[in-house]
């Protein structure tokens, strides 16, 4: 999985990668058919906001935290992203099971036209 990693009014350094590549490490093996995860971390006004974009099986799925400090917030925003993808993935194999037929019981005139009454 390629996680592509952008900040805005932050230094990126080398520790915020291994901790992003640590928080999200699982989620490669969780969901294999995801390919790309879109990180982007500002700070604005002593807050630090991430959002988190990937697409998932045709649908776009996000999520975003803020916190004053930079680790929470990207791990409100990991565990967000992990329930909306498992929520997807619930409703994907909720889709592939058969749906019940509806069964017209038999009616009773139509037996009884059936049968020889003679």
Do not use: W
Not at 91 to 101: N, V
Request: proline share 3%; hydrophobic share 35%.
């Amino acid at each position: 999985m390629k996680i592509n990693l952008s900040g805005h009014h932050v230094d990126l350094s080398d520790t915020v990668k291994e901790h992003v590549d640590e928080k999200f490490s699982k989620l490669a093996s969780h969901f294999p058919t995801l390919i790309a995860l879109d990180i982007i971390i500002s700070k604005e006004h002593g807050e630090y906001d991430i959002e988190i974009t990937t697409q998932y099986e045709g649908t776009r799925i996000s999520a975003s935290a803020e916190n004053s400090v930079m680790y929470p917030a990207i791990s409100k925003a990991a565990k967000k992203l992990d329930a909306a993808l498992k929520h997807r993935k619930g409703q994907l194999k909720g889709d592939l099971h058969k749906k019940p037929e509806c069964t017209t019981p038999d009616i009773a005139h139509e037996i009884i036209q059936e049968m020889d009454l003679t």
